[in-house]
């Protein structure tokens, strides 16, 4: 077999095995952690608690860790996992102190001690084993609390189902207690409205009473009225009567003849008159002796409705809501009561006074018989007397008319006192009504108050014998042992994969076929030439010898895809679609071919390190191995820009399922930037052939890396170059050595402007830690920066000091490499140190 088919076949499937060997060895890492070693030291001595009894947390934990397979743990002592630690032989060691069970049952009496476990990890045996052992400790954490909730929750449902046993009997002698004082209390009730009846009744009796007084009042009042009036005929009688005893003093004297018999006739007109003023009189008396009785009655009436309010005050079952309306109508009756004592008091005298006048008209009466009589024997002495006798009978007259209206004025004050024990007597009517209407509105609250009683009784008794009865039978039937399972683990989680993967090996499988196609295209670029030979070919394009190398570099990417994907297939990675997952690899293969083709065709040895670099930013900062979420802030910014990003999360696709339009998203994406790379390789690749030529020749100059021969359109020479040697050769060279001298100080500047910028982000990265992601990605942007200044500014210089050599030509070799410059491409040896328009120029071709 020739050896250039087993340098082929090695190119196909080295890039692949560096996919299938770690696709297989992460196949199921994490399904093997029972191999990774954990020391667990069990120095508890246990603990005692009045709650939960003896506990011994440590023996628990080291019983559970013998059926756990999740870490392989070791139960040693202390010595043992130490020495066995510090030799790599553990990966990590959990100590349990001798006080972790006393620590952990403080709680229980109202001491809060935190208890400590001490975990020791060896962090520089693995970088991920203490990842998976901290896991484990955390797990044995859990495991703790675990422990101590089902010993606390168990005690705790033994001591409720106990106590729930004393309760039920507490809960029936509660019942029956319950039970008789409500029934005591309905009683009272009963007995309270009984006694609210009678209340009741004797409320109507004075009311009757205050009924029966108004009506007394009313009777002496038209009384006193009737008194008035005969008063003012008092008043007009004696009035009269002076009238005509002043008519008879005057007619004594001019017909005192006739006066014997005027006096008799006087006489009896007078004796009428007295006689029908004193039966006025004696009426006017027997009617006040009337009004005295009813107003004697009517006290007396006050005084029984005043001993029956009292008797309802003295009543120990009243409230005093309804006390204080019955004190407030007590004070109103004794106050009516005296009002009607002081009307007697006024009846009484106005009567006594009455009686006085019929005396005094009585004595006149007699004095009227004497004087007839005195007449009758001596009419000469009556004469004389008549001087005497009649003022003083006009003083009597006027003294009766005078008591008359005092006995009137008193009379009118009487009546107006018996007003204000109307109104007095309509206020007590009044408070009655709304005392009644108080007791009915009681009667009813307390009718209300006996019903919620039966009712509540009821329904203590009901739910006694049924539901009370279930609730407690729950609580005394209480299993510590579920109810502390179910405190130690209350949640169990159900677990429902989306998009699910067999495997982590599938997982991972999409960053690893991505760098295998990675570096299966840039072992292209190291293995083939990227410089097409274009001996016994004419018309050879920039653009074609592209385009050529291209095809030919993509048929061998095209390979490589199809050999990993089926080499992943066969290990027995997942996919949804195994000619979609297939035909994704070599779309993505193609896509870094383009790219890193375009670096390598124009930047030569400079592309291939930016190649390198950027595989190297891609691992962290494409989301391979972790969410991007989790990489510091530098990563994140740079994330989209990385074909990284696109190619991986696309193989995603493949593996895991669709979903919308994801797949096409990240496609696109990832074509966008090989096309840009392609368009870009095939412009800048005819523009950057001359520093290719310079820096492959330096590279040369080292006799320690390999170079290669570079195509250029040409012969390596500008043609203004060309041209302003022709014009003026001394001016020429003058001119190349000061632009040479220029770029050699900016080259100076550049690198030492780049050192110090380097030194300051390392020491910044040293002083700030935390913000060392961005300082790395600024000094790898700093680096890549200065390289780019150095370069450019040395490939200028350089390039200055390869036009010398035109200076040194002769015109004819000046005009034929302007010709040259006509022509298609042809080939500079790296090795060569002089160009020649006779060296190898191809004809013109097409541009």
Do not use: C
């Not at 002496?220 to 009269?240: I, M, P, R, S």
């Not at 050879?540 to 291209?550: D, E, M």
């Not at 089926?566 to 996919?575: E, Y």
């Amino acid at each position: 077999m020739p050896k250039a088919w087993i340098i082929l076949i090695g190119i196909l499937f080295v890039p692949a095995l560096y996919s299938w060997f770690n696709v297989a060895a992460f196949w199921d890492p994490y399904g093997n952690t029972e191999n990774i070693k954990v020391s667990v030291v069990n120095e508890d001595q246990g603990g005692d608690s009045d709650v939960i009894g003896h506990l011994d947390v440590g023996q628990q934990i080291t019983e559970q860790l013998q059926n756990n397979d999740q870490l392989g743990w070791q139960i040693e002592d202390a010595a043992t996992a130490e020495d066995r630690l510090r030799r790599g032989e553990t990966y990590a060691s959990i100590i349990i102190p001798e006080d972790f069970t006393s620590d952990l049952l403080a709680i229980t009496e109202g001491t809060l001690t935190r208890p400590t476990l001490e975990y020791r990890v060896n962090e520089k045996s693995s970088a991920i084993a203490p990842q998976i052992t901290d896991s484990g400790a955390t797990g044995v954490d859990q495991a703790i609390t675990s422990a101590l909730k089902q010993e606390i929750a168990s005690a705790a449902a033994t001591t409720i189902s106990d106590e729930g046993k004393s309760l039920e009997d507490a809960i029936i002698n509660a019942r029956d207690s319950t039970n008789t004082s409500f029934g005591e209390t309905a009683a009272n009730l009963r007995s309270a409205r009984g006694g609210l009846d009678d209340f009741k009744a004797r409320l109507s009796e004075a009311e009757n009473s205050m009924t029966g007084a108004k009506d007394t009042v009313a009777q002496v009042d038209q009384a006193l009225v009737e008194g008035q009036d005969a008063l003012a005929q008092v008043q007009d009688l004696a009035a009269t009567v002076q009238t005509e005893m002043t008519n008879f003093t005057d007619q004594t004297t001019s017909a005192f003849v006739d006066g014997t018999t005027a006096v008799a006739e006087g006489t009896a007109n007078a004796r009428a008159s007295i006689a029908d003023i004193n039966a006025t009189l004696q009426q006017t008396s027997g009617r006040l002796d009337s009004a005295g009785q009813q107003t004697g009655d009517a006290i007396q009436a006050g005084a029984a409705a005043i001993e029956q309010v009292q008797g309802l005050l003295n009543d120990s079952a009243l409230s005093p809501e309804l006390a204080a309306p019955l004190e407030e109508t007590l004070q109103r009756l004794e106050a009516g009561n005296a009002a009607s004592e002081r009307l007697l008091d006024d009846v009484t005298g106005l009567n006594a006074d009455a009686a006085a006048t019929v005396d005094s008209v009585s004595a006149a009466a007699d004095a009227i018989d004497a004087a007839a009589q005195d007449t009758t024997t001596a009419t000469q002495a009556l004469r004389d007397t008549v001087g005497d006798g009649i003022p003083a009978l006009n003083s009597a007259l006027s003294n009766l008319s005078s008591t008359a209206g005092a006995f009137a004025g008193s009379l009118e004050g009487q009546r107006a006192t018996l007003g204000e024990a109307n109104s007095l007597i309509d206020g007590v009517v009044s408070q009655l009504e709304s005392t009644r209407s108080a007791l009915d509105d009681f009667d009813l609250t307390l009718a209300g108050l006996e019903d919620g009683v039966d009712d509540v009784r009821t329904d203590i008794l009901t739910l006694t014998a049924t539901s009370n009865s279930e609730a407690l039978q729950t609580v005394t039937g209480l299993d510590a042992d579920d109810i502390g399972s179910f405190f130690a683990s209350p949640v169990t989680i159900n677990s429902e994969p989306v998009y699910e993967v067999n495997s982590y090996g599938s997982s991972m499988a999409g960053l690893f076929t991505n760098l295998s196609l990675w570096i299966g295209a840039f072992m292209l670029m190291v293995v083939f030439r990227v410089e097409v030979d274009t001996e016994g070919f004419k018309r050879v394009t920039v653009r074609q010898a592209y385009v050529g190398r291209f095809i030919l570099m993509a048929i061998m990417v095209a390979l490589q895809a199809i050999i990993v994907t089926s080499g992943n297939l066969i290990i027995g990675v997942q996919t949804v679609n195994p000619f979609a997952f297939i035909g994704t690899a070599i779309l993505v293969g193609l896509a870094y071919l383009s790219i890193i083709y375009a670096l390598a065709s124009t930047l030569g040895l400079v592309g291939k390190f930016v190649a390198v670099l950027l595989v190297i930013m891609q691992i962290p900062g494409a989301s391979g191995l972790y969410p991007i979420e989790l990489m510091p802030g530098f990563f994140k910014a740079i994330y989209p820009f990385l074909p990284f990003s696109y190619g991986i999360d696309a193989l995603r696709e493949t593996i895991g399922g669709f979903y919308g339009t994801h797949y096409l998203q990240f496609m696109s994406m990832l074509a966008f930037m090989a096309i840009v790379a392609f368009f870009l390789g095939v412009f800048l690749r005819q523009r950057l052939g001359h520093f290719n030529v310079v820096f492959n020749r330096e590279m040369a100059k080292s006799e320690l890396f390999e170079s290669e021969n570079v195509q250029v359109v040409g012969d390596g020479y500008r043609l203004a170059d060309i041209v302003r040697a022709l014009e003026d050769r001394e001016e020429f060279a003058r001119g190349i050595q000061q632009e040479a001298d220029r770029y050699t100080r900016r080259i100076h500047i550049t690198a030492g402007i780049g050192v110090v910028g380097i030194v300051g982000l390392a020491i910044a990265a040293w002083v700030l830690p935390d913000s060392k992601a961005l300082l790395l990605g600024m000094w790898t942007a700093w680096t890549l920066l200065l390289m780019g200044l150095v370069i450019s500014f040395d490939y200028i210089r350089k390039s200055l000091k390869q036009s010398e050599e035109i200076a040194k030509l002769d015109d004819e070799t000046l005009q034929k490499s302007m010709s040259a410059q006509a022509g298609g491409l042809h080939t500079i040896e790296a090795t060569s140190s002089t160009n020649s328009a006779d060296t190898a120029v191809i004809q013109e071709g097409e541009k």
